[in-house]
């Protein structure tokens, strides 16, 4: 079954700490996996991505971990922001031509003063 | 236009009700999508335009679902008769092109609300 399971739900993190989210994937056709931002009222956005010949990418504060072999990949949010509070959602895709992406059930991310 | 738009941005129905939901892409994306986001949950594909390629209706939860787009330009979501469980918000992207190397654009979505 093509699936994403994505943890926590919720997290609340002290403004300059670090926001870690987790997402698990069960089909290995999956090759291609990027994290959508989303704030209220607003559609997803794409944040950063990373394919599995890499085992880590970083974009300013925001770090992609991937663990091929555990079929697991994490985002991590360094020096956490206010700004960055908003819902977090993982996803996956299977081969270069895909164009349907399996998303994570999302985690609210609240970065408080 | 800059952005991928959506209208109505929230609509309330009656249950039973029929109701169309439009969604204007980037000017020259040729790849258009419909996603559901039920409350709590992550996002469910419903629909997929290429240019003027069949479109990929597997995500349809059902046949009083249905899209239409023309060449590549606005797409309208219709849902039939609608029922309380199709309450969610309604999510429209596109992309220049389909494949993984072109991010998705989103727009604000529509919230739908079935009473």
């Known amino acids: 079954q093509q699936q994403v399971k994505q943890s926590p739900q919720s997290l609340i993190v002290q403004k300059g700490g670090i926001s870690i989210i987790n997402c698990a994937y069960e089909?290995?056709?999956?090759?291609?996996f990027p994290w959508y931002q989303q704030f209220p009222g607003k559609g997803p956005a794409l944040l950063i991505a990373?394919?599995?010949?890499?085992s880590e990418k970083k974009e300013g504060r925001f770090t992609i971990s991937f663990n091929k072999s555990a079929k697991q990949f994490s985002l991590h949010i360094m020096d956490s922001q206010p700004g960055d509070s908003a819902t977090y959602f993982c996803a996956a895709s299977a081969g270069a031509g895909s164009y349907q992406l399996t998303f994570g059930k999302g985690t609210k991310l609240s970065v408080i003063p | 236009g800059a952005g991928v738009s959506q209208s109505p941005s929230n609509k309330v129905t009656e249950k039973g009700k029929d109701v169309e939901l439009r969604c204007d892409p980037i000017?020259?994306?040729?790849?258009l999508y419909w996603y559901r986001q039920r409350l709590g949950q992550g996002l469910e594909f419903l629909i997929y335009?290429?240019?003027?390629?069949?479109?990929?209706k597997s995500g349809l939860p059902s046949d009083r679902f249905s899209a239409e787009r023309t060449g590549e330009s606005v797409s309208t979501l219709t849902i039939q008769r609608t029922q309380q469980e199709d309450s969610a918000v309604y999510l429209c992207?596109?992309?220049?092109?389909?494949?993984?190397?072109?991010?998705?654009?989103f727009g604000s979505g529509t919230r739908l609300t079935v009473v």
């Open positions: 992207a596109s992309s220049l092109m389909a494949g993984q190397g072109y991010g998705y654009t």
């Open positions: 089909n290995t056709a999956f090759d291609y």
């Open positions: 990373i394919r599995p010949d890499v």
């Open positions: 335009f290429q240019g003027n390629s069949a479109p990929d």
């Open positions: 000017s020259g994306h040729t790849a």
